[in-house]
């Protein structure tokens, strides 16, 4: 019986923390492209600022101590260019999902005409789905930035949903520990 009530305050507190991320994903999706930007940015300053202090620290010289020097030069200068330009660099993130997406369904589209070839019947579902992919792709290509913000709402919409699934989940715990009880 404890069992059960551990699980149903633990899915509430999940349930709370999933439906208030969702609506702030759903109602301010610029705030959390910028808060990730700004988290990827600060990752990259610190293993940058790492990087030289493991060049001071251990007196490294030579093609090593260069090369990371070369790579604590290159991580503070990425930190610094999204944490400065984070909308321009969360746009590249679409670009490139996008770059994969269409090189995947020419590859899919590929696979269907040699699905066809060897007479597989639904040879023409691999092709629909190649179809939907690049169309999928090139929107990322063209329409990046726009593209992410759809996609961050999308997440918070489910995100949002799992919140709502968990209470019901949470109702029918309570249902059974009803039954339990009598």
Do not use: H
Not at 27 to 55: D, H, M, Q
């Amino acid at each position: 019986m404890e069992f059960l009530k551990e699980i149903k305050s633990s899915l509430l507190i999940m349930s709370g923390f999933y439906i208030i991320l969702g609506l702030i994903m759903l109602l301010a999706p610029n705030f959390i492209n910028n808060s990730i930007c700004y988290l990827i940015g600060a990752i990259c300053l610190i293993v940058g600022g790492l990087s030289i202090y493991t060049y001071v620290a251990s007196e490294v010289y030579g093609s090593l101590g260069v090369a990371l020097l070369v790579v604590a030069v290159l991580f503070i200068g990425m930190g610094l260019f999204i944490i400065l330009n984070p909308e321009l660099f969360s746009a590249f993130i679409p670009m490139i999902m996008g770059v994969i997406l269409v090189v995947d369904a020419f590859g899919k589209m590929q696979s269907s005409v040699r699905l066809k070839k060897y007479q597989y019947t639904n040879w023409w579902y691999v092709l629909v789905t190649a179809a939907i992919i690049f169309v999928f792709g090139i929107v990322l290509l063209f329409n990046p930035f726009e593209s992410l913000l759809v996609l961050i709402r999308v997440l918070g919409f489910f995100l949002i949903v799992n919140g709502l699934s968990n209470l019901l989940t949470v109702k029918s715990y309570t249902k059974i520990e009803k039954a339990i009880k009598e």
